[in-house]
């Protein structure tokens, strides 16, 4: 008996139908036998259907339940697949790498809750290896931009801070079904075996960006007058106080949540 799926809006769907960008994805992957892969959102197992001739054990988690039948017969051949019906927000990935191993995480992500993922695995990321996503072009651009761009922000620091961006390639609309109104983009995200730059508090680091970046219009004397007891302050790190939040790096933002730190730890108000 064949399913028939028609994609949901509520679940962000758009199905990956061209066969060239399926195999050029699965190439940039580069699966292997021995790999503890996990799929996020395989829909109607486009590239599920390649990952699984390379890597017989593979793990996919889907929200959608209708989706659920279709994977099980299209793929009843490979008694290696486990699915995991759930939403991938939610899902505790450390259950799924044997102990001592690590996951190689891919996927087709919805676009209206990409960051909120992306920041939920990067809790994982010691158990991750590396992640490979379809993104909305924009998000793949912010997560790879540079100090001094616009597409630079909180998402670029954190990400970059906790892992190494490449962006890979472009996907067009015309790849998917239905067509997205939006470019799409390839992503590659390595986790630091060893942090560049190691942030005493990783939760104070992010408040310090997303305060910064809630002005990013203003110089950063006055985006983080509340966090800052002097302007000496910066100066003292080496980071003008005129900047604006955009031109620091993420060793700048480093250097200046350690230093916050430092403060409070000293018992100095700020």
Not at 125 to 140: S, T
Not at 229 to 251: F, K, N, W, Y
Request: with cysteine; proline share 7%.
């Amino acid at each position: 008996m064949a399913f028939e799926h028609q994609a949901r809006k509520r679940f962000g769907q758009n199905f990956l139908v061209d066969q060239n960008i399926i195999q050029r994805i699965v190439r940039a992957i580069a699966p292997r036998a021995n790999d503890h892969l996990v799929e996020i959102g395989p829909g109607q197992g486009a590239i599920t259907a390649l990952l699984l001739d390379a890597c017989p054990n593979l793990q996919v988690v889907e929200l959608d339940r209708d989706l659920i039948p279709i994977l099980q017969q299209k793929f009843s051949g490979y008694p290696g697949l486990t699915i995991h019906a759930a939403d991938a927000l939610k899902f505790d990935f450390s259950k799924l790498p044997p102990e001592g191993q690590r996951l190689r995480v891919v996927g087709n992500l919805p676009y209206n809750i990409s960051t909120p993922l992306l920041f939920h695995l990067l809790g994982y990321r010691g158990l991750i290896a590396d992640m490979h996503f379809m993104l909305q072009k924009e998000v793949v651009e912010r997560l790879a931009a540079e100090p001094g761009s616009k597409d630079y922000g909180r998402l670029s620091i954190m990400c970059q801070y906790f892992c190494q961006v490449e962006f890979l390639f472009e996907v067009g609309p015309h790849c998917f079904r239905p067509a997205p109104k939006v470019d799409s983009a390839i992503v590659r995200l390595t986790p630091h075996a060893t942090l560049p730059y190691e942030a005493e508090d990783t939760k104070l680091l992010d408040t310090l960006v997303k305060t910064a970046f809630q002005q990013r219009r203003k110089t950063l004397r006055n985006a983080l007058k509340q966090w800052l007891p002097a302007e000496a302050s910066l100066a003292t790190l080496g980071i003008d106080p005129q900047c604006r939040p955009e031109e620091l790096r993420v060793q700048d933002y480093v250097a200046l949540a350690n230093h916050l730190q430092s403060l409070r730890s000293s018992g100095t108000e700020i």
